[in-house]
């Protein structure tokens, strides 16, 4: 089994940016990596994912432009690179893999 682990998340003024990490143990081989996240009152969302050998990331609508998914196989670890955040980007945000969700980062931006 997969063990998630995010870090990386903070606190930031709009416009500003943030990387977040999301360490993978266990049974990695070839997984894809998902990032979610669940804003205050709103229901969890899709935001990107990267398979773990291919490399074709795909992206929200609400984020293409702004983020960046990529990964580091070598560090089990995936990245999710936030610039330009916006006050609606504030959210708790969780890597999945093979159905298993980490604890979650939070990620507050400011206006």
């Known amino acids: 089994q997969v063990q998630l682990v995010e870090s990386g998340g903070g606190l930031v003024q709009a416009g500003g940016s943030l990387r977040l990490s999301c360490a993978a143990s266990g049974r990695t081989f070839s997984i894809v990596m998902d990032w979610y996240r669940q804003g205050p009152g709103k229901e969890r969302e899709f935001v990107a994912g990267i398979t773990w050998s291919g490399g074709s990331p795909y992206y929200a609508d609400s984020v293409k432009g702004r983020f960046t998914i990529s990964r580091d196989n070598a560090k089990n670890t995936v990245y999710l690179q936030m610039n330009s955040l916006k006050p609606e980007d504030t959210a708790i945000y969780y890597c999945?893999?093979?159905?298993?969700w980490g604890q979650g980062t939070q990620v507050t931006v400011s206006s």
């Open positions: 999945k893999a093979s159905g298993v």
